[in-house]
């Protein structure tokens, strides 16, 4: 059983590791900017442009980074067994706070908007099941939460 638990980790951590590079900024590593470059310009990229000005892409560049975060600490968390610091992180980096609700609002996109919301819903959804301290029920909430980011990423981009 715990081979399941590091195997899903390690994927989840690898799946993670591919988007940070994949939305490194302008000072970030060579080879996030290259394919951040390549994304952006490839004819066969049919995803919904947001249309964002550069200082918008920016700070939702850094929103996406810092839900990241959050969710490798999440991990970290669920590996270490303190579920409690989890759910904590869960609510307050991806929760869906009242900045939150207002930052998602503001997007003019309703599919982005709905897609948002429903991420950050999500992320209360996940702090409450890591309450549970349930390691199984943790990894499905979990990946409920991170399936919101992989359509996001596979529908929209900057």
Not at 79 to 85: H, N, R, S, V, W
């Amino acid at each position: 059983m715990i081979i399941k638990y590091v195997t899903a980790l390690l994927a989840i951590l690898f799946f993670l590791g591919a988007t940070l590079n994949a939305y490194a900024d302008e000072n970030g590593a060579p080879m996030g900017k290259m394919m951040h470059h390549n994304m952006k310009h490839s004819m066969n990229d049919g995803r919904v442009s947001l249309n964002l000005s550069p200082q918008m892409k920016q700070h939702q560049l850094s929103n996406m980074r810092s839900h990241l975060e959050a969710v490798q600490t999440i991990i970290s968390s669920i590996a270490e067994g303190d579920f409690d610091k989890g759910s904590e992180i869960a609510h307050s980096k991806l929760g869906l706070t009242e900045e939150m609700k207002n930052m998602c609002n503001m997007f003019s996109n309703n599919d982005f908007k709905s897609l948002g919301l429903a991420f950050h819903e999500s992320g209360d959804v996940l702090g409450d099941v890591l309450k549970t301290k349930d390691t199984n029920k943790s990894l499905r909430a979990l990946q409920t939460t991170l399936g919101y980011c992989v359509q996001c990423h596979a529908t929209f981009r900057q």
